[in-house]
């Protein structure tokens, strides 16, 4: 049951190798007739060493926004200044500044065109919104006003051909129920230390591993536990009738229930990648893990029921496949690594189990991971080979592999277990007090 996931991928992965597809033979057509007309909004706050390479990875798509926003969320650092020195400067952008409101909040402005480049436009609350309600409030209001917008994370740069890939890859232009696409995620160390590089090679692998699996199951299924924040592509009219819920930690996971809640679809595209800068740290990698794991289980309290109850009632199929993608996201992973991190290593130094039933444990869970590892990187190679990871050799793939078995899941394991306590102590407390538990989404 445990292993559905990666059963189903491998077989659909299999097929598609066997009958020689492979996503490169589809970039024929000619970009002009693609026909996609879209906003890129870069949500931005304090990371003024970040946005010059976001910015730039948006400027150089070989299809080009029609319009950009640095949604810029009152930085307390130099964010705006970087971004209109490198509009100014490294573009010859002409800027002018502006005051103006949307839906009763006022903004500063700054329009900054070039006759060959895309408008850009830095704008300024004068309050904090946040991430979620600064861009619901851009698409509710009609200020993102083209068919498709690209969300992109200021600490995530995508490559030339994201949006490009995305488009020819994928039915979203003709298929309206499509509501969001995102591709396949590559980590990078936030600073250049011996464990940032170490939590970097483990998060490879977890991210491979997700990918190749996890998530491209959720295409087959037809229901995906996630969304990818740092870089998705949204249907506006199918945001704008879905907004991203304020209720919670994990925005992204309540956005992908309640827009698959409605009868949209979300897609993954592994061909279309992107960048993002992870926390080098074992302090800033807790909290990113507890915040997703700890959101999940918020979701799964607050949405969790009705979610699966409509969509069950839309199509038992894809019911089935809510049902126990939530189930094992919920349920069954937090079993395992409570297992894996808490009660075998526990029962062990207590006597209660032998060192050798210990170590046989560990060894085939040891070996499980390394096969499925092996076969993910052999599936990038055929299927994606122009993907960075399918040229990563055998020794710097081990090297990935014990970092992410002995350093990263580890951490993992304490995160899980840390942040479903802490949600479940939360929930007991709202009981108590028979209110609603008080979680905020304010990133």
Known sequence: ??????????????????????????????????????????????????????????????????????????????????TYDLLTKRYSYRCKEERNSIENIDFIIIKCENDKLPQVEIITPHIRLGKGRFINLLVESGYISTPFFLNLDADTIIEPEYVEKIVRNTPILEDTTIAAVYGRLISLPEKDTILGKLLARGRSISYLLSDIYLRFAGNIWNFHAYLRGPFVLFRTKAYKEVP?????????????????????????????????????????????????????????????YEVIKNIFNQSKKRGLAAFYTILYYGIISFKYQLTWGFIIPILSLLN?????????????????????????????????????????????????FLSFYFVFRPMVAVAFIYSYLKVLKDIIIAKIKRKKPEWFLYT
């Not at 592994?270 to 289980?297: C, M, N, V, Y």
């Open 1 to 82: 049951m445990a292993y559905a996931y990666e059963i189903t991928s491998l077989i659909y992965h299999l097929k598609e190798i066997r009958e020689k597809k492979s996503r490169m033979d589809s970039y024929q057509a000619d970009i002009s007739s693609l026909g996609l007309e879209y906003t890129a909004v870069i949500p931005v706050r304090n990371e003024e060493h970040n946005i010059n390479y976001s910015l730039d990875s948006i400027l150089c798509q070989t299809i080009p926004p029609k319009r950009i926003i640095v949604a810029e969320d009152k930085s307390t650092d130099n964010t705006r200044g970087v």
């Open 244 to 304: 991203r819920p304020l209720d919670n930690h994990s925005g992204d996971t309540a956005h992908a229930w309640e827009l698959q809640k409605k009868g949209y679809k979300i897609l993954i595209e592994l061909s279309a990648r992107g960048f993002t800068r992870d926390p080098s740290d074992i302090r800033g990698s807790l909290e990113q893990r507890i915040k997703w794991h700890g959101g999940f289980l918020e979701n799964l309290y607050l949405r969790g």
């Open 352 to 400: 209660y189990l032998s060192l050798s039933t210990t170590l046989i444990y560990y060894s085939i869970d040891f070996g499980a991971f390394f096969i499925l590892s092996l076969l993910a990187k052999s599936i990038l190679k055929r299927k994606y080979p122009d993907d960075p990871y399918s040229k990563r050799n055998i020794k710097e793939f081990l090297k990935d």
